[in-house]
C-alpha cells in the first residue's frame, strides 16, 4: 500500500480536532508537566522554515511526557501587540486589528499543518481585552506597591504612607529613584499633589524622567535592539537620545533577586553568565569629589576605591546633570556640539563604540585624599544609568580610560609594582601596591580594605553595592499596544477602579501623532474618564473636576509577554489572572524553549513580573521558568546573481571576474542545486522580463552564501511548500536531523529525501504489496535487540534534547528490521509509540491500523529491558606486545582461564609467539587480550 501522507495527515489533523485530542484539564491523579514555547508575533510574510524547529522540539517533549503518564500542557498564543502592524496600518489605512486577524489566521493554518499538539483551547492573544485587562491589573497593582529591602519583597504603598505619617522617611531601606529626607509634620504638611509627587519616588510603576531612544519619523520611543547605527531597524529614521517623562517599572529593586535566584533553575552557564552580566552586581564605594571653586561636589561610584591616587581626570556622562553645571562658558559651544552628535547614537552603540571622542567641560575636580586638581570630561563612553554618570578614570588600569588618556594625551599613573601599562595589561588585581601614599607596601587586596575604611573614617563617602541592571522604560507613543488603565488629576497619575478595566484601546481616525506631537492616542475623540460614571466619555467633556484625560502612551512590547504563561493556566477566568487552585496545580513552566535573542529583555522581565505576583500572592512559584532551551537558527542558503553595471544583462558566476557587476539576491524558490530558472526569473520583476545572460556551459549558475534567513535575502523557504511535496512527518523530523537544536545550522534540502525514503521503509515494515500485515509471532533475540536498542537510545536523546541522533537511531532500526524482515506486532507496535512524538501523523495512521482506537498520544511509553541488549558473544583483539594482529569470538560470559587458554593455543597465534613463553597475560573483559612476550 502506497504511503500517501497527504492523505493520513489530513485525516489526523481533522481527527485530533475533532476529538480535541490535545485539550488538557487539571488532574490531581496525573503528575503535571507545562511544555511552552515563546509565542511567536504574526508577521504578514508567515512562518519559513527556521520559524519551527523550537515548536517542534517542544512538541516531541511534550508528547513524550504525555506518553510516560504525565498531564501534559502544551499551549500556543500570539504576542499580538507590536509596531510592524501599526507601521502598515499606516502606510494603508487599514486597522491593525485587520492585518493581525489574518497573520494570526495565517500562523494558525501553517502550525496546524505541521501536526503539533498544542491545546488551541487556551489561545491567546495580547491584543484582545480579555487578555490585557490582566496586564492592566498587574501595572495597577505595580503602581500601588513599593519595594522594601528588609522584607525583600513588594509591600502595598498605603503601609509606607501610614510610616510617612508617623516618622518620616529617615531609616526606611527602601527602593526609590532618590534618596528624599523628610519628617512625619513635614509629610502632612504636603498637599495631595506634593504627596502624590513624592509617592512616585517609591512606586515600582512610577513616572520618571529617562533617557530613551526617541524616533521622530515614526512618533515613538525605541528599544536599543531596535536601533541600528543610529536609524531605527524599521525604516530606517534617524533616532536620538532624549530626556522623557516616562512610565517606568522598578526593575532594579529586584536586581539582587533575580541575581540569586538565577542557581535555583536549570539554565545554560552561558545563558545565566548573560544575566549576570546584564544585572552587573558591583561592590564599592561611594565618594564624594569637591569642583573647584564651586560648592559643588561629583558623586563617583568605584569598585577599587585603592585606585584613587591613580586619578588623572573625571569623565561626565554626556546626560548628566553636572555637565551644565561644570561647563564653563568657553566651552560651551564645543560641549553642546558634542551633545548634539551623542544624542543620535543608543547607550548600546556608544558601549560597543572602539573610537574615543569626548570634550573638557573646562573645569577641575578635587581629589580627597591628595587634593590634586582632575580635570573633568565628558565622554560618551560613561552612561548616565550606571553609578551616577560621573567616574573618575584611572588610565593605568582601566581599558576605556587607558585609551582616552593616550587620545588626549592626559598623565598615567601606574599603582602596581612592575605592572607594564599597555592595551594588553590593566586591571591589575594583585601585586603590592606604589604611588600611593598611605597605601605603598600593601597588597591590592588591603589596599582595598584600608581605602574603604578611610573613606568611612573621613566622611568622604560610603560603601555600596551597586547594580547595572536599570529600570524598565515602560511608555510607548504609539497606537497599537494595551492602554494604560490612567487618568490625570491636577497632573498626577490616578488609576483607574480595578472592576472597570479592561480600558479597551479606542477606535482613531488616523494612527500617526497629532498635529500637536501627542501620541496617536491624543487622535481618539471619545478618551477621557468620568470618575462619577466610572467610564470612557468624549474628550470634549474634560472638565477636570469630575472628567479628566486618560493617558496617551501605550505599553510596550513586553507588557504582554511578561506573564502570558500565567495567563495559559486560566485563559477564560474574568475574575482573576489566574485562579489558586489552577496556579498551585501548574505552577511553573517547566520547560521553556525560544530564542537566545530573548536572553536578556523578555527573561529579565518576565523573572521581575513573577517575582513581582509571587510578592503579592498571586504566582505560587518565584521563578517562571524551571529549565530553558534556547535552539539555533536554521540559516537560509541564499543565491546570487551577477548584473553587468550599467546593463540589464547578468552574467553565470564563473564568468563574473571578467566584468564589472553589482551582486544581487535572488529568490532561492526560482533555483535548483544553484542553477537559476532563467524563465522564472525573468517573470519574478519586471525589471528582469528583457533580461540578457551570459551562461556557462549553457547554464546560469548561481553565487551561494549561508546568512540569517528572512524575506531580505530572498531566500526563505516556506514550511508549507515543504509539508505539500514530502509530509510534515517529514519536515518535522528533517528539521531534527539537519544538525544538534542549541546550534545554528544551514537549510539545506539535500537530506530531505533521505529523510522521506525512511518514513516509507517504516510504512512497509507494516505492509506486503496492499496488505496490513502484521504477525503475532512471538519477536527473535534479533528483533528484539534492535526494539530495544531504540528504545534506550531516543529515552536518553529525548531526555538530553539530542534529537538529530534519535533520527539516525530511527533509521538504523528500520535498515535492521527491514533486514530481518520482522512484521511482528510485539516490535511494531513498539515501534509506533517510539516514533510518535517525532511522526505523529504515521504513527497515528498505524496505531490504529494495528487495531487501536484511541489516540497513539495516549500510549504508554515503553521501557527498555537491558536482557535484550546482552551480547552471546564478544569479539576479542588479540594483541602481542600491545599490537593488534587478529580478533577471536568467545560467549559473553567465558572465564579468563578458558580465555587464556584458547587464544594461546590458537594457531594464528603460534607466528606471533615464535616459540616463546608469554611473560604474562592481560585480558579487558570484552575487549582485548594482550599477550606481553
Known sequence: MEYNFKEIEKRWQEFWTNQQIYKVVENKDKPKYYVLDMFPYPSGAGLHVGHPLGYIASDIYARYKRLQGF??????????????????????????????????NRYKEQLDKIGFSFDWNREIRTCEPGYYKWTQWAFIQMFNSYYCYDEQEARPIDELISVFEQQGSAGMNIACSEELLFTADEWKAKSDVEKQEVLLNYRIAYLGETMVNWCAALGTVLANDEVINGLSERGGYPVEQRKMRQWCLRVSAY????????????????LKETQKNWIGRSEGAEMKFKVKDSDIKLEIFTTRADTIFGVTFMVLAPESDYVAMLTKAEQKAEVDAYLTATKKRTERERQSEKKVSGVFSGSYAINPLNGKEIPVWIADYVLAGYGTGAIMAVPAHDSRDYAFAKHFNLPIIPLIEGCDISEESFDAKEGIVM????????????????????IKEKNIGHVKTNYRLRDATFSRQRYWGEPFPVYYKDGMPQMLPVDKLPLKLPEVDKFLPTETGEPPLGNAVKWAWDTVKQEVVDKSEINNTTIFPLELNTMPGFAGSSAYYLRYMDPHNNEALVAKDKDEYWRSVDLYIGGTEHATGHLIYSRFWNKFLYDIKVACEDEPFRKLINQGMIQGRSNFVYRINGTNKFVSHGLKDQYETSELHVDVNIVNNDILDIEAFKAWRPEFASAEFVLEDEKYICGWAIEKMG???????????VADKYGADTLRMYEMFLGPLEQSKPWDMNGIDGVHRFLRRLWNLFHTGEEFTVSDEAPTKDELKSLHKLIKKVSLDIENFSFNTSVSAFMICSNELTSLKCNKRAILEQLVIVIAPFAPHIAEQLWHNLGHTGS???????????????????????SFNGKARFTIEFAADAANDEIEKTVLAHESSQKWLEGKTPKKVIIVPKKIVNIVL
Open 255 to 270: 536586581a539582587q533577586r533575580l541575581l540569586e535566584s538565577l542557581d535555583t533553575i536549570d539554565w545554560s552557564d552561558s
Open 856 to 878: 497513539v498520544c495516549d500510549a504508554q511509553w515503553p521501557v527498555c529491558n537491558e536482557e535484550y541488549l546482552k551480547e552471546d558473544v564478544v569479539n576479542y583483539t588479540i
Open 71 to 104: 498531564n501534559v500542557l502544551h499551549p500556543m498564543g500570539y504576542d499580538a501587540y507590536g509596531l510592524p502592524a501599526e507601521q502598515y496600518a499606516i502606510q494603508t489605512g487599514q486597522h491593525p486589528s485587520v492585518t493581525t486577524e489574518q497573520n494570526i
Open 435 to 454: 604611588n600611593s601614599d598611605f597605601l605603598n607596601g600593601l597588597t591590592v587586596k588591603e589596599a582595598i580594605a584600608k581605602t574603604k575604611e578611610y
Open 711 to 721: 524575506k531580505r535575502y530572498h531566500n526563505v523557504v516556506n514550511p508549507d511548500d
